[in-house]
């Protein structure tokens, strides 16, 4: 297997699957508990726990990691657009904190995107979610704009992509 083909599929001790429709009761759990403690920064329920989860996992937009009793851990929800990737959502269960899933998760949004043959990956995250305005730059995303849009004050970024 190539190293691209092991980067899309995650890590060996965190591999990552598409999820079914099985799994979409721990995709919600573990969405809820990766942002619930947002709740009272933010003043709202973050936009991700808001998601139409069954119709993502229907449309082949989730993708899951799980430890080794097989309980999902770890989540990115992702769209292809013609020119980008997008990365709606990603999600690791507090109890999985410190493990580098974060890390994992992002490695395989990159692959994925690139498996694609899409030249960027576009996200968001809350204005009020200070921690990820210092992660996304580390992993090589840079910041396009902070924009309003309805309730959401959002900070816009981008990974452009070469090989």
Not at 18 to 24: K, N
Not at 94 to 110: K, M, S, T
Not at 143 to 148: A, S
Request: no cysteine; glycine share 6%; charged share 25%.
């Amino acid at each position: 297997m190539t190293d691209r083909a092991n980067a899309a599929e995650g890590t060996a001790t965190h591999p990552l699957r598409l999820a079914e429709a099985a799994d979409v009761p721990a995709v919600k759990a573990v969405t809820d508990a990766a942002y619930h403690h947002y709740i009272e920064r933010i003043g709202r329920v973050p936009a991700p726990m808001e998601s139409d989860h069954a119709a993502n996992v229907a449309a082949g937009r989730v993708h899951v990691t799980e430890d080794t009793r097989g309980t999902v851990v770890g989540l990115v929800v992702v769209y292809a657009h013609e020119d980008h990737l997008y990365l709606d959502n990603i999600a690791v269960h507090p109890d999985a904190a410190g493990q580098g899933l974060g890390r994992v998760l992002l490695e395989f949004v990159e692959a994925h995107a690139r498996a694609l043959g899409l030249p960027e990956i576009r996200l968001y995250t809350n204005a009020m979610m200070w921690e990820n305005q210092k992660i996304y730059p580390r992993f090589g995303y840079d910041f396009v704009e902070r924009r309003v849009e309805g309730v959401y004050d959002r900070f816009h970024y981008r990974k452009r992509l070469t090989d």
